[in-house]
Structure formats: structure tokens, C-alpha cells
């Protein structure tokens, strides 16, 4: 099956226009030598119905899981029906970037819309249009800091998720920036004394999420006040996006960005994408940070529009001397997004209080097993890191009923053995606790 | 139109959320309440508001279902129904990236082969499909340049781009440290030998290449170019932005090409989202496949796994593997288009492009008058210089025809640039609509030129104040 519309009539009387007779002397500047003579290997051509039936067989060699334990960095949670209708009103997904405003205002608009909600629930004065997601969101706010502060260190809190930490670094080595990792505390908070210790004057961000990788909440304002007291920046991301609907949120306690995912805003959980990076700041660095920026205008007539702005930051325009390299960014997760936070409104609060509710279940259910434990002391939002005799063997016994167990800390921890951090979302009942209890009995 | 939040009305929600079945803890206790916020300022709105919102939002927006979108440089093909569904199916939709191996077989299988597939159709040694975009690609590649000469404990410093290249290749080399020289087009539009000759030394890491430039036209000299690059130990880069040019026609790693980032939302269809998702794999020579990222996939006993253990990798681009489910899209256009199906897909969108090219040459200056590819670029400087009316008039002027206008102003080196690309899912009717409108509006350019200048006059907005957005910005709304 391809998608071409001509006839042979069509292509003979179009190659009669263009004054050929055969379409291969189009291709006649590639070099003879070149020129594949032969098919490439691929398999053959299908049918619509056999591609399908193939993509049903190939998405049946996956097992789907009973019930999923695991967040870190993605979480499963319910998408209200109206969230994939409009996502997939084809208006907006067989578009592309809105470079022509005046056919674009729906997708403009929308864009405008997600970046006020964005700003207003990170406590911040501007949000982008979003980043490729959440470890590229905070690797892309670290290199501006450091762009703007002339320094060249990062500090980065361990207790941030380990895959963002290794993007940092990429982004950093690239740079010739360092990376230095800052230890948590038995409360599984980042360490101040270490942070005081570390900086300096060379200092351009430190990074820390809250809550953080194992679920516990930071306390964001003391790190700010030392971050600020010696001139660095301080860049604060969060894990799940629905703790901001009953958390403090770090722009309102003295974060210069506020760097996350934003998958859990009504994005499947795919299998890690496409998500979302969110990216909030300071009003005051809104012509340096990277991403499209939608903003508010005018037509000749005065009604109000919509349009693409300050794209002096951006690469078509400035080149090498761009804030960023990023061109096409999450738009339609974005959108998802947006509808999803319209659609729950104020109800955002009550879903993060059910997040908290299960969370808090599914923790005292497995502390009464015999041999587990907490680790960390400090309050959690909706995961939670517990010790027990052999996480090994636990998460087997529950791959076996089916369940995505807990995420193994010492994979990226080799101090944090036999650790599992749980996720408890609204997605999990009381009947699905009581079964897990039961099976790591 | 209004905005979200001048509907809303306190008290409304537009979905609820369930009662708890598990006992309820105290909230303030648990948490500590001076963690907790105050407000939580959202809108507030019923279901059918919100739906009718978005809905009327969508009749705003034009994308490729309503109507030709010859955007060029984007490759903005039709986006086939079966793709979607296919990506909406529960098994690709469901899987948590950190749900063991046993559970994601058929996610693994499908990446496995999708690299495959593009290492067979690009001729490279292996493919990353971790980007999520072209630039983030392009940033991966130029990483891994950097990795490679680390590695050989060379500094190169610089990074060659021609002039006519995307604003994303200098942007991605600044963000890996490197200085950029641009290098000069000649006068039919392939990279100036001459100056690429005084430019190449051993300071230079790479030449970063579109071909198909970005004047749609295949690079002439590629071996010479190749030669010159490698001779002096340099990496040639390939900006695969413009991939349906040449799909089962040629394979940019036997033209000599070392590494090459796709655009899976351009050549393999998958919808461009109103400006994302994307995908942008990036493929590898065997000189530089140690420095992939990770994790990569690995088979060990007839079942596949990632594998981090990768020591000379630049590290991760992305948290995850990749948009996965944008992957799923491509996989399954590929897999129902096949080698035939491709091969005639590059055949039709050159053909196409041609044809337009053809059929306007009377009209509009073109500046470089030969063969093009997938894509054709006009000049808009008779119109500017005859009549006032410029490029930009004439894009807005098309979209009261019901076309999405081509790219304006790009390449650079084109004064008043107009760049189409039509590509192959549309057919000769279409193309020959589009082009009497752009004829009509050559004519009326020369007749009354303000009829151009007016427009668009069908569309919700007229033009809008771009300078005022920038101004005086408004990103957020606040309530005045």
C-alpha cells in the first residue's frame, strides 16, 4: 500500500510538462556509481489490513501489564475521554509548527492557554511551549545558566531521577561544564551542609526536583536562599506533574525555573514517549530561554490573535548565536496536556489527595510484611522507597501475577540495596493493594 | 475567540474524580501543611464548554487533512489513518519504559527492526532512535563528532556549514562548543569547492551537509566534497531533513556520509502535531558506533534488553528511549509501503516538485534553474521589485485560495524566497489548482497589488502585529 494518487496518464502528461521521458533522468545529478541498482532490503510491501494485522501481532508480544507499581519519571494515570478527542482532531495533528499565524490561531491560542496554566501551577510568570521532556527540559535550563552567569559548574542533587543526571552530563560535557552530585540526608533530602560546602563562585545552577527521585518532598526555600547567597541560579524540577495540584509549587519558593515532565498531564504512558518537558521562569529571562513562545497580539483591526514570539532567541533566525537548538518541540503532547488540566480544573487538587491516600495504603500495607522497612523519613507525595529482606525476588514474584513491581533503587544507587521505590497512583484500588500484600506475603 | 479561562465559572469541573476507597490520611499531618499551596488558580469548565472550545480552536488550525500544506523543508505528506491506529493499540499505548524486558517483547522487537529497516535503507552501520526531533538529533550527532575526535585526542574546533543550511546545524554545533565558518554556495547552488578548499583543515571536525540541499538540488560534487572532508580526517554530517528525495535511490552512507539524523515526521509520515512530536534517529557509521547512546538494545539468549554497558557512549539524549509511539507510526507506514512503496514514494514527490516547477518558471524567478528533487525554491523579487508586493503578501494571498503557503524566506541566500514542496500523496488536480492560484496572483500582483497586500481577508484574524508581541510580550494571561 503506498499513498500516491497518480495514473499512468497523470505521470505520462506531467512528464510531458516537465519535458522527460523517463522520471529517472530526474535523478540524474546522483553519480552513476552511486545509484542503487537494486531494491533494498526490506520486507515487502502490505496491504492495509495485513499491516495491521502484523502492528496487533507485534503489540501482542507485549504483555500487558495487571497493575504498574513503578513512576519514577512516568506515571500511569487516567485520561479523561475528552483529552484524546481533541488530541485527535486532525485539525491540529496534521499541522505543523503555526509559522502562519492567521491559519494557526487554534493551536496558537491553545499553546497560549497551556503556557498560562503552566506558569500558574509552577508559581512561576512564564512557561514555554514545551521541551522534548523533562531530563532535556532541566539540561536545557542548566546550560542557560550557565550562558548567563559566565560559570561553569553544575550541582546537582543525587537524589534527582538518575536518567536526568545522565542527560545533564551529556549536555554538560558537551559544554565543558562540570557536573558535581550532591549527596541526600537520611531523610532522602538533598544534603545542605554538602551543598553549602560545594558552593562557590564557579557555580552557575543547582538542580534538585522535589518531589524528588524517591518521592520526598524537598524543602526548595533554604536551598534557594544558599543558591542566591553566592550568585548561582537554582533550577527546580518535580516527578509527577499532579503533585503540583496540592504541593507548594518552587517557583513561589524562590526557584529561577521550574524544569518537569509533564507527561502525567494527559499523555499515555507509551512506553517513555512522546511526553512533554516543562519549562517555566522568571519573567525576567524570557528573551533568553530556549523554546517557542506564543504570545498575544493585535490584528489591524484590534481583535486579539495569536502569534509565534521573540523568535530572535531562536535558531532560523539567529544561528549559532540561537538560546537553543530546538526547533519542533512537543505541541501536541502540550495540547493533551492543556485539555487535561482544563478538564480537571480545581479537581487537580482532589486527584493529588487521592494520589496521597493509596500511596500512604499501599506503604502501611507493605510495612506490615515481615522484614520491610521505611528508608527515608521526610513526607512523600505519591511513591516511597522501602527497604525488605529481597527486592529481587519480590518484584519476580509479582512479575509473575502480572504487576510492574517496584523500580530497583540499586540499579543507579549501589548504596540503596534491596530498595524498591513504589508508585501508587488513583490507578491503583484497594483490591489491587490487598492482592500485592497478599502475593509478597 | 474567548479564552479558556474568561468560560470559566467557579464551581464547574469538566471531569470528576473518585472517592477514595482506601482510608483517607490526614492530609495536613502526612504532608506537613506549610508544603502545601493555597490556590490552585485553574479553569473552571463543564465538559461540553471544554469541547466546544477546543473544537471551535480546531476549526482555527489547517493542517494537511484540509488541504495542500506544500510547506517546504517539512515534508508535510499526507499522514495515512492505519498509522494512528496502529500506535493506538493497548499493547504500544500501555507498557511503562521500566516494566521488565519480559513484558516489552514486542516493543523491543519493533525497535530492533526499525533500525534495521533505516540502516538498510540509509546504508549506515546503526541507528539511535532516542532524538525527539531533528535538531535533538542533530545535537546527538554532533555529539558524537565530538566523542570521536575526543576519543582520538584530536581538538577540532570548528564545524563547516553552508550557508544554505537549516538554522538548526549551527545552532546544535554552538551547543556542543564548536566555532562555525559558513561555507559559500557556488552559482548552481552546490557547496563552492573552492572555498571549501580554503576552509578544510585539521581543525575542522566536520562539514555538516544537506543533500538535497536546501534549494532542493542534489549536491553535484558529493564525492569531491566527501574527499576533501575526509582527507583532512573530518566527518561528513548529514542533515537527513530532506530523506524523501532519495529514498531506495541512493543510501547517504555509500555517498560517504559518517552520520545522518532523520526526520521519522517528515519521510515516515507520522503526523507533525501542530509542531511536535517527532522523531529524529540518527545513523552511525562503524567508525563511530561505539558512541551511540545509551542504552542500547541488545539480544542475549533470543530475548532482547537495553544495555548501558556501552564505556565510549556520549551518555543520554532523553530520559527513556526515544517517542516511542511516534516510532510505532513510522514502523507501520514502512512496513505497509515497503521498498517498492518507498522507492516510488521519492519518485512522485521529485516528479511532483518538477512539475511545479515547470508549470511556474514563467512567472516567478528561479533562481537556480535546473533538475530539482523533492522540493523547488522560487524568488519573489520580480513581484517585490515590479510591484511591492513581497513574498510575505504572497503566502497570505494563498491562503484565501485554501492553500497552506510554502516556506517563505528560506533558504537565506534566496532574496524573497518560496519554498515548495509538495510531496508525492498529492495529486496532479491539486498541483495544477495550486498553481493557477499562484498564477492568478502573479497576475494580480502586476494589476492591483493591494488586492495582495490585503490579505488574507477569509481567515478568523488579519494579519497580526508581530511587533507589538515582542514588545511588549505576553506569554500568560492575567486577568485585567
Given at each position: 500500500m503506498d499513498y500516491c494518487p497518480h495514473t499512468s496518464d497523470d505521470i505520462r502528461q506531467m512528464k510531458a510538462v516537465i519535458g522527460i521521458r523517463d522520471v529517472e533522468e530526474l535523478f540524474a545529478?546522483?553519480?552513476?556509481?552511486?545509484?542503487?541498482?537494486?531494491?533494498?532490503?526490506?520486507?515487502?510491501?502490505?496491504?492495509?489490513?495485513?499491516?495491521?494485522?502484523?502492528?496487533?501481532?507485534?503489540?501482542?508480544?507485549?504483555?500487558?501489564?495487571?497493575?504498574?507499581?513503578?513512576?519514577?519519571?512516568?506515571?500511569?494515570?487516567y485520561i479523561?475521554?475528552?483529552?484524546?478527542?481533541?488530541?485527535?482532531?486532525?485539525?491540529?495533528?496534521?499541522?505543523?509548527?503555526?509559522?502562519?499565524?492567521?491559519?494557526?490561531?487554534?493551536?496558537?491560542?491553545?499553546?497560549?492557554?497551556?503556557?498560562?496554566?503552566?506558569?500558574?501551577?509552577?508559581?512561576?510568570e512564564i512557561a514555554n511551549a514545551s521541551m522534548y521532556d523533562g531530563a532535556s527540559a532541566m539540561a536545557e535550563a542548566a546550560v542557560l545558566c550557565a550562558k548567563m552567569s559566565n560559570r561553569t559548574q553544575m550541582l546537582v542533587a543525587r537524589s534527582v531521577h538518575p536518567e536526568y543526571r545522565q542527560v545533564l552530563r551529556t549536555y554538560c560535557w558537551a559544554n565543558g561544564y562540570t557536573v558535581v552530585e550532591l549527596p541526600y540526608e537520611p531523610t532522602g533530602r538533598m544534603d545542605l551542609h554538602a551543598l553549602e560546602k560545594q558552593l562557590d563562585d564557579q557555580a552557575a545552577a543547582v538542580l534538585v526536583q522535589s518531589p524528588n527521585f524517591f518521592g520526598v518532598i524537598e524543602d526548595i526555600a533554604p536551598?534557594?536562599?544558599?543558591?542566591?547567597?553566592?550568585?548561582?541560579?537554582?533550577?527546580?524540577?518535580?516527578?509527577?506533574?499532579?503533585?503540583?495540584?496540592?504541593?507548594?509549587?518552587?517557583?513561589?519558593?524562590?526557584?529561577?525555573?521550574?524544569?518537569?515532565?509533564?507527561?502525567?498531564?494527559?499523555?499515555?504512558?507509551?512506553?517513555?514517549?512522546?511526553?512533554?518537558?516543562?519549562?517555566?521562569?522568571?519573567?525576567?529571562?524570557?528573551?533568553?530561554?530556549?523554546?517557542?513562545?506564543?504570545?498575544?497580539?493585535?490584528?489591524?483591526?484590534?481583535?486579539?490573535?495569536?502569534?509565534?514570539?521573540?523568535?530572535?532567541?531562536?535558531?532560523?533566525?539567529?544561528?549559532?548565536?540561537?538560546?537553543?537548538?530546538?526547533?519542533?518541540?512537543?505541541?501536541?503532547?502540550?495540547l493533551a496536556a492543556g485539555v487535561y488540566l482544563a478538564a480537571l480544573g480545581k479537581n487537580l487538587r482532589k486527584l493529588a489527595e487521592l494520589n496521597i491516600h493509596k500511596a500512604q495504603f499501599l506503604k502501611k500495607q507493605l510495612l506490615e510484611l515481615s522484614g520491610w522497612k521505611e528508608v527515608f523519613s521526610a513526607p512523600v507525595y505519591n511513591e516511597f522507597v522501602l527497604r525488605c529482606p529481597d527486592s529481587k525476588k519480590a518484584n519476580e514474584k509479582l512479575k509473575n501475577e502480572g504487576i510492574v513491581g517496584g523500580y530497583e533503587l540499586q540499579r543507579d544507587y549501589p548504596e540503596l540495596e534491596n530498595t524498591l521505590l513504589f508508585c501508587a497512583t488513583e490507578m491503583i484500588s484497594k483490591a489491587d493493594i490487598d492482592k500485592v500484600a497478599k502475593i509478597l506475603q | 475567540?474567548?479564552?479558556?479561562?474568561?468560560?470559566?465559572?467557579?464551581?464547574?469541573?469538566?471531569?470528576?474524580?473518585?472517592?477514595?476507597?482506601?482510608?483517607?490520611?490526614?492530609?495536613?499531618?502526612?504532608?506537613?501543611?506549610?508544603?502545601?499551596?493555597?490556590?490552585?488558580?485553574?479553569?473552571?469548565?463543564?465538559?461540553?464548554?471544554?469541547?466546544?472550545?477546543?473544537?471551535?480552536?480546531?476549526?482555527?488550525?489547517?493542517?494537511?487533512?484540509?488541504?495542500?500544506?506544500?510547506?517546504?523543508?517539512?515534508?508535510?505528506?499526507?499522514?495515512?489513518?492505519?498509522?494512528?491506529?496502529?500506535?493506538?493499540?493497548?499493547?504500544?499505548?500501555?507498557?511503562?519504559?521500566?516494566?521488565?524486558?519480559?513484558?516489552?517483547?514486542?516493543?523491543?522487537?519493533?525497535?530492533?527492526?526499525?533500525?534495521?529497516?533505516?540502516?538498510?535503507?540509509?546504508?549506515?552501520?546503526?541507528?539511535?532512535?532516542?532524538?525527539?526531533?531533528?535538531?535533538?538529533?542533530?545535537?546527538?550527532?554532533?555529539?558524537?563528532?565530538?566523542?570521536?575526535?575526543?576519543?582520538?585526542?584530536?581538538?577540532?574546533?570548528?564545524?563547516?556549514?553552508?550557508?544554505?543550511?537549516?538554522?538548526?546545524?549551527?545552532?546544535?554545533?554552538?551547543?556542543?562548543?564548536?566555532?562555525?565558518?559558513?561555507?559559500?554556495?557556488?552559482?548552481?547552488?552546490?557547496?563552492?569547492?573552492?572555498?571549501?578548499?580554503?576552509?578544510?583543515?585539521?581543525?575542522?571536525?566536520?562539514?555538516?551537509?544537506?543533500?538535497?540541499?536546501?534549494?532542493?538540488?542534489?549536491?553535484?560534487?558529493?564525492?569531491?566534497?566527501?574527499?576533501?572532508?575526509?582527507?583532512?580526517?573530518?566527518?561528513?554530517?548529514?542533515?537527513?531533513?530532506?530523506?524523501?528525495?532519495?529514498?531506495?535511490?541512493?543510501?547517504?552512507?555509500?555517498?560517504?556520509?559518517?552520520?545522518?539524523?532523520?526526520?521519522?515526521?517528515?519521510?515516515?509520515?507520522?503526523?507533525?502535531?501542530?509542531?511536535?512530536?517527532?522523531?529524529?534517529?540518527?545513523?552511525?557509521?562503524?567508525?563511530?558506533?561505539?558512541?551511540?547512546?545509551?542504552?542500547?538494545?541488545?539480544?542475549?539468549?533470543?530475548?532482547?534488553?537495553?544495555?548501558?554497558?556501552?564505556?565510549?557512549?556520549?551518555?543520554?539524549?532523553r530520559a527513556f528511549y526515544g517517542n516511542f509511539n511516534v516510532i510505532v507510526k513510522a514502523y507501520t507506514y514502512l512496513r505497509s509501503l515497503g521498498a517498492e512503496g518507498l522507492k516510488r514514494a521519492t519518485e512522485m514527490a521529485v516528479l511532483n516538485a518538477n512539475y511545479i516547477k515547470e508549470k511556474l518558471k514563467p512567472y516567478f524567478e528561479l533562481p537556480y534553474d535546473r533538475v530539482c528533487m523533492?522540493?523547488?525554491?522560487?524568488?519573489?523579487?520580480?513581484q517585490a521589485a515590479e510591484s511591492g508586493v513581497h513574498t510575505t503578501d504572497i503566502a497570505k494571498k494563498l491562503i484565501d485560495y485554501g492553500y497552506h503557503p510554502p516556506t517563505i524566506y528560506f533558504p537565506l541566500i534566496v532574496p524573497e524566497a518560496i519554498m515548495i514542496e509538495p510531496t508525492e500523496t498529492e495529486s496532479k488536480e491539486t498541483l495544477d489548482a495550486f498553481c493557477e492560484a499562484m498564477i492568478a496572483i502573479a497576475k494580480e500582483a502586476k494589476e492591483n497589488p493591494a488586492g495582495v497586500k490585503n490579505a488574507p481577508l477569509t481567515t478568523p484574524v488579519g494579519r497580526l502585529d508581530e511587533v507589538l508581541a515582542a514588545r511588549k510580550p505576553d506569554v500568560c494571561w492575567k486577568k485585567s
Open positions: 545529478d546522483i553519480p552513476e556509481k552511486f545509484k542503487l541498482k537494486k531494491m533494498l532490503d526490506l520486507p515487502p510491501a502490505l496491504s492495509e489490513q495485513q499491516t495491521f494485522s502484523l502492528m496487533r501481532t507485534i503489540a501482542g508480544k507485549n504483555r500487558l501489564p495487571e497493575m504498574i507499581l513503578t513512576g519514577a519519571g512516568a506515571y500511569h494515570h479523561p475521554a475528552v483529552v484524546g478527542h481533541i488530541a485527535g482532531r486532525a485539525e491540529f495533528y496534521t499541522a505543523y509548527t503555526p509559522y502562519q499565524a492567521e491559519i494557526s490561531q487554534g493551536i496558537l491560542q491553545a499553546i497560549y492557554e497551556y503556557q498560562t496554566m503552566i506558569a500558574r501551577l509552577t508559581g512561576m536551598i534557594a536562599d544558599l543558591a542566591h547567597q553566592k550568585g548561582a541560579l537554582l533550577v527546580a524540577g518535580f516527578t509527577d506533574g499532579t503533585s503540583l495540584g496540592i504541593l507548594k509549587p518552587a517557583g513561589s519558593l524562590g526557584a529561577d525555573f521550574v524544569v518537569g515532565e509533564g507527561q502525567s498531564f494527559g499523555n499515555p504512558i507509551n512506553y517513555g514517549g512522546p511526553y512533554l518537558g516543562i519549562f517555566a521562569a522568571r519573567e525576567k529571562y524570557m528573551r533568553r530561554i530556549p523554546g517557542r513562545l506564543v504570545g498575544a497580539t493585535v490584528d489591524k483591526n484590534g481583535q486579539r490573535g495569536f502569534v509565534l514570539t521573540l523568535q530572535t532567541r531562536e535558531q532560523h533566525i539567529r544561528r549559532e548565536k540561537a538560546t537553543s537548538n530546538i526547533c519542533s518541540n512537543e505541541a501536541l503532547c502540550a | 475567540m474567548e479564552l479558556i479561562f474568561e468560560i470559566s465559572k467557579p464551581g464547574r469541573a469538566a471531569t470528576d474524580v473518585p472517592a477514595s476507597d482506601v482510608p483517607a490520611v490526614n492530609i495536613e499531618e502526612t504532608i506537613g501543611s506549610s508544603y502545601l499551596r493555597d490556590d490552585l488558580d485553574m479553569p473552571e469548565v463543564t465538559e461540553i464548554d471544554l469541547v466546544r472550545h477546543y473544537t471551535n480552536l480546531s476549526r482555527r488550525n489547517f493542517g494537511v487533512d484540509l488541504g495542500f500544506y506544500p510547506l517546504g523543508s517539512c515534508t508535510m505528506k499526507y499522514n495515512p489513518k492505519l498509522n494512528e491506529n496502529a500506535a493506538a493499540l493497548p499493547g504500544f499505548t500501555g507498557l511503562h519504559p521500566y516494566a521488565d524486558a519480559e513484558f516489552s517483547q514486542g516493543n523491543l522487537q519493533l525497535i530492533a527492526e526499525m533500525q534495521q529497516y533505516l540502516c538498510a535503507i540509509f546504508g549506515m552501520a546503526a541507528f539511535t532512535l532516542q532524538p525527539a526531533a531533528g535538531a535533538h538529533g542533530e545535537l546527538t550527532g554532533v555529539m558524537m563528532i565530538k566523542k570521536y575526535f575526543e576519543k582520538k585526542g584530536e581538538k577540532r574546533r570548528i564545524i563547516l556549514i553552508p550557508d544554505a543550511a537549516h538554522g538548526t546545524n549551527p545552532a546544535s554545533s554552538a551547543l556542543c562548543g564548536f566555532e562555525v565558518r559558513e561555507l559559500k554556495s557556488n552559482a548552481e547552488g552546490g557547496v563552492d569547492i573552492e572555498h571549501l578548499q580554503t576552509l578544510m583543515t585539521e581543525d575542522v571536525a566536520a562539514l555538516m551537509l544537506t543533500n538535497p540541499n536546501t534549494l532542493g538540488l542534489f549536491e553535484r560534487n558529493i564525492e569531491k566534497v566527501a574527499a576533501m572532508i575526509h582527507g583532512k580526517g573530518g566527518l561528513l554530517y548529514g542533515d537527513g531533513a530532506n530523506a524523501n528525495a532519495f529514498l531506495g535511490k541512493v543510501r547517504p552512507g555509500d555517498l560517504g556520509f559518517d552520520v545522518i539524523q532523520l526526520n521519522l515526521h517528515k519521510t515516515f509520515s507520522t503526523p507533525h502535531g501542530g509542531g511536535g512530536p517527532g522523531s529524529g534517529p540518527v545513523g552511525v557509521s562503524k567508525a563511530l558506533v561505539d558512541f551511540l547512546p545509551v542504552p542500547r538494545l541488545v539480544q542475549a539468549q533470543g530475548k532482547y534488553q537495553w544495555s548501558e554497558d556501552f564505556p565510549d557512549s556520549i551518555g543520554r539524549v523533492h522540493e523547488c525554491v522560487f524568488s519573489g523579487k520580480r
